[in-house]
């Protein structure tokens, strides 16, 4: 029990390390990545204490290189998948009523281990598994992961120290209590961060946790339950399972047990699971939270009084950064006519300068894409493009899978603002421009904002305040996170909360208080000191 009202440490944001040539980091990583690459590894279910072998293995392959093999995961069947939720609802007691405090610690300590110990491990880890450069996976599995495990340690206390008033002879109090069941969570390949953080946001406020990673983030997954278990986390709390996605799924949605979802991943595959929800909704004990963060199609707009400079390499930076395979990526460009000879000009400039191949040799900006479905998806579209009569690929438009799943950056553009690229979403390192005539400003801010199902990210550029202020209210529903004279990639755990709606999911902002208040299911418990001994109030006098 607590005796004390406890402080946590103030979170601060994990400084990002420069990995420039000759830098201790620099050697370190590199070592380390040698070391994974040649060894092979066997990734078990991990259900409580026991690490499952299931015999049902699946091999792991680097998409820049993928011939060669990395090592296997094993797969659950739906056996498994029942032994994960009554070990989850085993553990939840003891879990729920640990006092805060140590579950607090119990993820600042791993959260000091990504940041140090296991740095240049969980950093190598998604550059082999994943096809980073460094300093992509640096910024997400080593210091956003730092991050997300921080700040919402400072965000749980904070909702804890939310109370009502009290009135005379009355306390008023609010607990925050965990979810009565387990909470599902499903992570995507391209955010060690993000698959890290959705299990442990979940955990951290109390509940217990199923976690499906992706099949193409496992390798760096294996890692991050190494740093859970040597943080701490007890056995049980979050139990790693892998295989067939629908089967798990839908063993899980049939527990009465089931108490929520937090989920980042496509747009088609969330509405199915919340369509089983509904379908199921009488088998539960409780309403199930629903938490989600889908697709997107995420646009650049420049008004005629932008620097070109500026927009160019938001372009460049938002639109082929980790091969374009953020949720957030830069897709969909409206340029004004009179800036394009310029923007152009830099742009290939930008993008001739680019370099593609591994992610071990750090002179790299490019790497692959994730794997081959996503390969042959994107080359589809570029060969359309090449034929179209209403589309051009003004750079790039190359690809190659003979060693690695390579597409070379690629810039589209078209005299239709409802070309196939301007709306669909690809999910790779290819960008669609339209242009608009200089006068047309306004009509194509209506544009932008009827284009597109998804509104998770978005970015204005403008050297007048009046239209910038002109955007922001125009495109106020077309981006959860919107960003003025930036890319719109890039959001910061504790400075832009992130999550769009529309079909980009439920908006409940990963790395902020929003998304922790789903996972608690308060009690307010009101006492009063001297209980009324008569019904009669005073209005009934005589």
Not at 33 to 60: A, H, R
Not at 129 to 148: P, R, T, V
Not at 304 to 317: C, E, G
Request: aromatic share 10%; proline share 5%; charged share 25%.
């Amino acid at each position: 029990m607590g005796k004390g009202f406890f402080h946590v440490p103030v979170a601060v944001n994990e400084p990002v390390k420069s990995y420039a040539p000759g830098s201790p980091e620099r050697e370190e990583v590199l070592l380390t990545y040698k070391d994974l690459y040649n060894k092979k590894v066997e990734v078990p279910l991990y259900i409580g204490p026991d690490e499952v072998k299931t015999g049902d293995t699946q091999s792991m392959h680097p998409p820049h290189d993928h011939k060669h093999n990395l090592g296997v995961f094993h797969k659950a069947k739906k056996k498994h998948i029942e032994q994960a939720i009554a070990t989850a609802l085993e553990a939840r007691e003891k879990w729920a009523n640990l006092d805060w405090e140590q579950r607090a610690a119990v993820f600042l300590k791993a959260a000091d281990l990504i940041g140090g110990k296991y740095r240049a491990k969980i950093n190598a880890a998604t550059m082999i598994g994943q096809s980073k450069n460094i300093y992509q996976a640096e910024i997400d599995a080593a210091c956003e992961l730092c991050d997300f495990l921080r700040f919402n340690v400072e965000y749980m206390s904070q909702i804890y120290d939310e109370q009502p008033e009290s009135s005379d002879g009355v306390w008023n109090r609010i607990e925050y209590r965990p979810l009565e069941g387990f909470v599902y969570a499903i992570t995507p390949f391209n955010f060690t961060a993000i698959a890290g953080n959705l299990p442990a946001s979940a955990a951290l406020m109390g509940n217990v946790a199923i976690w499906k990673p992706s099949d193409s983030q496992i390798f760096s997954a294996q890692v991050i339950m190494e740093i859970f278990k040597e943080a701490g986390v007890p056995d049980g709390v979050i139990n790693m399972v892998m295989g067939d996605p629908v089967m798990i799924t839908d063993t899980i949605l049939a527990s009465p047990d089931f108490a929520g979802i937090h989920f980042t991943g496509s747009t088609t595959v969330f509405k199915g699971i919340w369509q089983k929800i509904g379908n199921n909704i009488q088998k539960y004990k409780t309403y199930p939270r629903i938490v989600g963060e889908t697709g997107g199609k995420d646009f650049i707009i420049a008004h005629p009084t932008s620097n070109a400079k500026q927009v160019a390499t938001a372009i460049a930076r938002g639109a082929f950064e980790f091969q374009g395979q953020k949720c957030s990526a830069a897709s969909r460009v409206y340029l004004p006519e009179s800036l394009w000879p310029e923007i152009k000009e830099h742009l290939t400039e930008d993008l001739n300068s680019f370099k593609m191949g591994s992610p071990e040799d750090m002179t790299n900006f490019i790497t692959a894409v994730i794997h081959e479905g996503s390969f042959d998806k994107l080359a589809k579209f570029i060969d359309q493009a090449k034929k179209d009569k209403n589309a051009e690929v003004v750079i790039g438009g190359n690809y190659d899978k003979s060693e690695g799943y390579f597409i070379e950056p690629t810039v589209i553009l078209t005299s239709d603002p409802h070309y196939t690229t301007m709306e669909t979403e690809l999910f790779g390192p290819v960008v669609t421009i339209y242009l608009y005539k200089d006068a047309a400003w306004e009509d194509t801010l209506k544009l932008v904002d009827e284009t597109s199902i998804y509104g998770l990210t978005g970015a204005v550029f403008s050297g007048d305040r009046y239209e910038l202020n002109k955007a922001t209210k125009m495109l106020q529903n077309a981006a959860g996170n919107f960003y003025l004279n930036d890319k719109p990639t890039g959001a910061v755990v504790g400075q832009q909360p992130f999550g769009g709606a529309r079909a980009s999911g439920t908006n409940d902002k990963a790395g902020s208080k929003l998304n922790l208040l789903r996972w608690v299911s308060p009690r307010l418990i009101k006492e009063t000191y001297d209980a009324p001994k008569d019904y009669r109030y005073p209005f009934l006098g005589e």
